[in-house]
């Protein structure tokens, strides 16, 4: 395997509190990585220490062959980081945003132009350059932030929550993108609260209080967490859920129950009593159905 991102061991402590807490994973080059966790897993605290922007307390770090504590100059200048609060000055021009990122980069007049018409072609982006960027719709803003973190062609590509706030249809617009970006051979670090984009990820490391506590394929994922079949209920009312959690697993979701069986003997007893009060199906386990699971151990 081509690694182009490895962590072995990573700590990061603010006093006595671990942010990020024995971390270790790799990456392979063109792979769609995903981290996916509730807020204050650890997540962005990682992808800063890979990027240079923040000191490991501990372990060593790899980022496109280079150490981000040793070599941060050339960290930072093989990968392309587009943080989920803060990316692009709204109250600018879109030329004004790209010019002041090319500025950070270092890039001349002629290739920034070059580079600029490339991949505005690539994100399918269209305004022209005048517009200020707070004018602009959440899908067409995410475009331009993808821009400015590719200009300078990094082989790594670090983006964390890059469609939170925007249409379902602009997010399927930007992860078609994320896929055009690992054909070429990129590598994209990715982290997300959407269970539909982290199946679209090769792999994925599910963090919890600062720990990587699952790390498979989506596919690798569900096999490993459901063994055991699971099925959907409905009710009318409310169901008898102490019976349920006797049978095996259960969880909400939405207006519907999700039961992992574990006691075929009790569910048919179940289904027996239930005179056909209960709506069942049988359904193949979510990444959320994974998740949930894992945060409740």
Not at 43 to 54: H, M
Not at 145 to 170: K, N
Not at 178 to 192: D, E, H, N, P, Y
Not at 247 to 273: K, Q, T, Y
Request: some cysteine.
């Amino acid at each position: 395997m081509n690694v182009s991102v490895s962590a072995r061991g990573l700590v990061v402590a603010f006093g006595d509190f671990r942010a990020v807490d024995g971390v270790s994973f790799s990456v392979s080059k063109g792979e769609i990585f995903g981290f996916l966790g509730a807020n204050g897993a650890g997540k962005t605290t990682t992808i800063r220490a890979l990027c240079g922007l923040l000191a490991p307390t501990e372990g060593e770090l790899s980022v496109a062959g280079f150490s981000p504590v040793s070599e941060p100059d050339r960290v930072k200048a093989s990968v392309g980081y587009m943080s989920q609060k803060f990316t692009l000055y709204h109250d600018l021009t879109i030329r004004e945003n790209l010019e002041f990122a090319a500025g950070l980069r270092k890039l001349d007049k002629k290739t920034f132009r070059s580079r600029v018409r490339e991949l505005f072609e690539f994100t399918g982006f269209s305004r022209g350059e005048n517009e200020l960027v707070k004018n602009l719709p959440g899908g067409e803003r995410q475009q331009l932030a993808l821009t400015a973190c590719l200009l300078h062609s990094p082989e790594v590509i670090f983006l964390d929550e890059p469609t939170a706030g925007v249409s379902p249809s602009s997010r399927l617009v930007f992860w078609k993108l994320i896929k055009k970006l690992s054909a070429s051979g990129k590598t994209v670090f990715v982290t997300t609260h959407y269970m539909d984009e982290a199946e679209q990820c090769g792999r994925i490391a599910m963090m919890q209080a600062g720990k990587i506590i699952a790390l498979d394929s989506p596919s690798g994922l569900k096999e490993t967490y459901f063994k055991e079949p699971l099925w959907e209920l409905e009710f009318d009312g409310l169901p008898p859920a102490e019976r349920l959690r006797k049978i095996g697993g259960l969880e909400p979701c939405g207006s519907r129950w999700h039961l992992a069986v574990s006691d075929e003997a009790a569910w048919n007893g179940f289904l027996a009593d239930s005179g056909g009060t209960v709506k069942t199906r049988r359904i193949s386990p979510s990444l959320e159905d994974v998740f949930l699971r894992l945060m409740a151990t």
